[in-house]
């Protein structure tokens, strides 16, 4: 392809068929071979999603939070639909590390062109530490998701993700026991998400993935009952995509760390978006329940928009908008 | 497709898909709504499935605006389901056996189908196997005389009816329906409201039967991912290795002593 081709339309880029866009991107030192991932609690550990979509095409599956025993979760009900999202409060039901370890990582290693980030919760700094050490076994794991934002739990999680000074601290500590590099989940449910994100990098974080879901609340008026158990619940859904947008520009331009970008993504324009305002990758999350295909059709729409425009390659796209 | 109401509230849809070929009773789809404010596939059971497999039928109540937008869907629309969902009823335990299928409002629709593959496994084993024919008898709760369905569950059995009111069959509930029929059975598949199938459970327990229940909750991802629709269990589930199945994968259809409702 010419680099001085300045023909965008659409027919220029439909003859284009025969070149393929460098999709691949980078986030800590690992290489993924492109950027469209799952969003952790919303994917299981693929084998669900396996039946719809071929896990080898994705860059990485996100697992669902693991901790270091089996969690049980939230009384039901523990979803419910709002406009252009929805609300849930799972409160992180888990099998623990244990079975992680024997039945999940066996199953994800499978899938040999797609990496494994694991997501990683706690009640306390130490359960986050024995998680991450089990983890460090394991090779193919290629990068911790440190949950540090979960609105669901009563103890732990987002108690470390509202506070710099507690992220600062558990950053750090887990630093110090971790074998991959860590990527520290911030939560939006905060005044100033710039600070939490120079307080990750601060204390040593590799990168940043955001955002988690934002607390929300929804009432049934007729049984006069919240419509979640647990009361409140984090929204996602396409309807939390500006503020994610946002938050990922405003993170984009605070720190140098590289980004997981995420919330209410459903298309491939919406994953271009979070690009182009600093996400080195993107994650797909509740629009899989919508669209059981969808993690598969917005990176195919990535590679289209790639060809339409003739951008060369996807590092190009990154912060490009600022 | 085709659609009509019923009974108040309550709309009768034909889908025609090759989802049918595969359809077990006490499965159930998700139906998408055209509006795209609201998301989340709905969950509804599957009432039959026509005689060659190419069309599926869904009866369902009008229960917010999702279901609202359903029930104007006109013949020849195209709609999105996925499916088809959950494992459905275990046949094979009520073979040869005396078997109550129970139904409540708008758990009706399920038993349908089961009632119907019942009737017809009856008839095809009947003569290599004539002392171990299944006996089904099926005993449905109404509010009041708007017995939908009732013709065609009439096709493949006894039919017992309980209302709310009393203007059909026994006044009361499907358990004071068997009680005054005095009727007994080896073994039960039921679907209705939560107080029913508790119910359910108390008199199975009584008897010393199985009760196999079919469970609703709510469901984001109907595929098993999301961990929305749990219910509690006796025993460690093998999947989460916590006291919680799926309802959507694990179900929708549990005996009733492995869990806790």
Redesign the interface.
């Known amino acids: 392809m010419s680099e001085n081709n300045q023909n965008v339309n659409m027919t220029a880029g439909a003859n284009a068929e025969n070149w393929a866009p460098d999709l691949r991107t980078r986030i800590a030192g690992v290489e993924f071979q492109n950027p469209v991932m799952t969003a952790s609690g919303t994917f299981g550990s693929g084998m669900e999603y396996g039946e719809f979509v071929d896990l080898n095409r994705l860059g990485a599956v996100v697992t669902k939070g693991v901790a270091n025993v089996p969690w049980p979760g939230n009384p039901t009900p523990r979803v419910a639909e709002v406009y252009g999202g929805m609300l849930n409060a799972i409160g992180l039901q888990n099998p623990g590390i244990d079975v992680f370890m024997e039945r999940d990582i066996p199953f994800l290693k499978q899938y040999e062109k797609t990496k494994i980030i694991v997501n990683v919760c706690g009640k306390s700094v130490q359960d986050y530490v024995d998680v991450v050490e089990r983890l460090g076994e394991e090779p193919a794991v290629a990068l911790l998701e440190i949950n540090v934002s979960c609105p669901n739990v009563k103890e732990g999680a987002i108690a470390f993700g509202q506070k710099a000074d507690a992220l600062y601290n558990i950053t750090s500590e887990l630093k110090k026991h971790a074998k991959q590099p860590i990527m520290m989940k911030l939560s939006p449910n905060v005044t100033d998400i710039t600070e939490m994100a120079r307080a990750a990098e601060a204390a040593g974080a590799d990168a940043l993935s955001l955002i988690n879901t934002i607390t929300g609340m929804k009432i049934d008026i007729h049984r006069r009952k919240f419509a979640i158990a647990n009361k409140t619940g984090g929204m996602s859904g396409p309807a939390i995509k500006p503020i994610a947008v946002r938050m990922v520009y405003q993170v984009a331009q605070a720190v140098k760390l590289p980004i997981l970008g995420m919330g209410g993504i459903a298309t491939a324009e919406d994953a271009i978006e979070f690009i182009l305002a600093g996400a080195s990758a993107v994650s797909v999350g509740a629009m899989n329940f919508v669209n059981p295909y969808a993690t598969v059709e917005i990176l195919e729409g990535i590679e289209n928009y790639m060809r339409q425009y003739h951008v060369e390659k996807l590092k190009d796209l990154i912060g490009a908008v600022r | 497709m085709t659609q009509k109401e019923i009974a108040p509230a309550i709309f009768d849809l034909w889908i025609k898909t090759e989802l049918a070929k595969d359809v077990k009773p006490g499965q159930f789809v998700g139906v ?1 709504t055209k509006d795209k ?5 709905r969950p509804i059971s599957i009432c039959e499935v026509n005689a060659d497999r190419t069309a599926l039928r869904i009866v369902y109540r009008i229960a917010g605006q ?1 279901t609202k937008e359903f029930s104007g869907w006109q013949a020849g629309e195209e709609v999105q389901i ?1 499916g088809v969902l959950g494992n459905g009823f275990p046949l094979e335990k009520g073979k040869g056996k005396k078997v109550f299928l129970m139904g409540g409002g708008i758990g009706i629709p399920p038993m349908l189908e089961l009632a119907k593959e019942f009737a017809a496994d009856a008839k095809q084993t009947a003569a290599e196997c004539a002392d171990g024919k299944t006996d089904v008898r099926c005993i449905m709760g109404y509010r009041d005389s708007k017995t939908f369905l009732k013709e065609d569950l009439e096709q493949y059995g006894r039919v017992y009816f309980a209302t709310e009111d009393g203007s059909v069959g026994t006044k009361g509930n499907v358990l004071d329906a068997i009680r005054e029929n005095a009727i007994t059975a080896d073994v039960i598949f039921a679907c209705g409201p939560m107080p029913m199938l508790r119910a359910i459970k108390a008199y199975a327990q009584d008897q010393g039967i199985p009760a196999y229940i079919s469970l609703e ?15 509690k269990t006796k025993e460690v589930d093998h ?6 199945a799926r309802i959507c ?1 694990d179900g929708p259809v549990f005996e009733a002593g492995e869990v806790e409702i």
């Open positions: 998408f404010s609201a998301l989340l596939p999702g996925l909750e709510h469901m984001a991802c109907g595929v098993g991912a999301c961990l929305g629709c749990v219910v999947h989460s290795h916590v006291h919680n994968t």
